[in-house]
C-alpha cells in the first residue's frame, strides 16, 4: 500500500459505544495529524503528532483521544460521541516542520453517530 | 485574526473557461509555504500545487498554477480550461517554517458548469 490509509471509510455508532480511526501511513513522514471536517464548517485540527509526541490538541473534547504508537500509525479512539460529533475525519501525514512539506491525506472515515 | 481567507464560498464556471480563486494570506514569518487542496465530493483531499516564499517564480503545475503576489500576501489559484471534473472544494493553505501544521481558509466550493 501507498501514501495514506484510513480505517474504516464509514463507521456509524450509537452514544454508548466505543470505536476507534486507524491511520496508517507508507511515507516515511514523521508527523500525523486528525482533522474533523463538519458539514459546512471549516476542516478543524483536532491533535497534531510530531516524532510520535504530541505537541497540538486543539481544546477537543475527552471523548476523542489519540494515540501515536509509532511514526506510522495514528489511532482517535472514540466513545460516549454526541450526534454533533457527526463528520468527516481525516488524517494526514508530512514531514515535521519545514514550510515547503506538504500533508498527504487519507480519504477519511465518514462518522454518523445516532 | 484569520491566517488564511478565501473570500469566495461559491463560484460557477463555464466549462473550458479560465477559473482564480482567490487566497490572501496573513504572516509575519519570512519563510513559508503556500499549499491548495482540492476535495471532491469523495472527501479525499488532493494536494495540487506549491508555493515557496522565497521562490521568485510562479509555480504551475499542469493546468493549475498559483499567481504569487508576495507584497498582497496573495496566492490565487489559477486553473485553465476548466473540465466538468475540477468541480469540488478547494482549500488554500499555509505553512510557516517553524511549524508542525498547515493552516487552512474555509474553503470555496467550484461548480464547473457543462
Known amino acids: 500500500e501507498t501514501g495514506v490509509t484510513q480505517t474504516p471509510r464509514h463507521l456509524v455508532m450509537g452514544m454508548t459505544n466505543k470505536k476507534s480511526l486507524k491511520c496508517e501511513q507508507h511515507?516515511?513522514?514523521?508527523?500525523m495529524y486528525w482533522y474533523k471536517q463538519s458539514a459546512k464548517k471549516p476542516l478543524e485540527l483536532m491533535f497534531v503528532y510530531s516524532l510520535e509526541e504530541r505537541v497540538e490538541n486543539n481544546s477537543v473534547p475527552s471523548r476523542f483521544s489519540p494515540e501515536c504508537p509509532n511514526s506510522s500509525h495514528l489511532f482517535l479512539h472514540l466513545h460516549t460521541l454526541q450526534p454533533e460529533d457527526s463528520a468527516l475525519y481525516l488524517c494526514a501525514s508530512s514531514q515535521a516542520s519545514g514550510g515547503y512539506n506538504e500533508q498527504f491525506f487519507g480519504p477519511g472515515t465518514r462518522l454518523t453517530v445516532l | 485574526a484569520q491566517k488564511i481567507t478565501q473570500t469566495q464560498p461559491g463560484m460557477f464556471v463555464q466549462e473550458k473557461e479560465a477559473v482564480t480563486l482567490d487566497c490572501t494570506y496573513d504572516?509575519?514569518?519570512?519563510?513559508?509555504?503556500l499549499f491548495w487542496y482540492k476535495q471532491p465530493s469523495s472527501g479525499e483531499m488532493i494536494f495540487l500545487i506549491y508555493?515557496?516564499?522565497?521562490?521568485?517564480q510562479n509555480a504551475t503545475e499542469g493546468r493549475y498554477s498559483l499567481n504569487f503576489q508576495k507584497a498582497r500576501k496573495s496566492a490565487n489559484l489559477v486553473i485553465s480550461a476548466s473540465q466538468l471534473g475540477d468541480s469540488a472544494m478547494y482549500f488554500c493553505a499555509m505553512r510557516e517554517d517553524d511549524d508542525d501544521k498547515i493552516i487552512f481558509g474555509k474553503g470555496t466550493r467550484l461548480h464547473i458548469l457543462p
Open positions: 508555493q515557496g516564499s522565497y521562490d521568485e
Open positions: 511515507l516515511g513522514h514523521n508527523a
Open positions: 504572516t509575519s514569518d519570512q519563510s513559508y509555504g
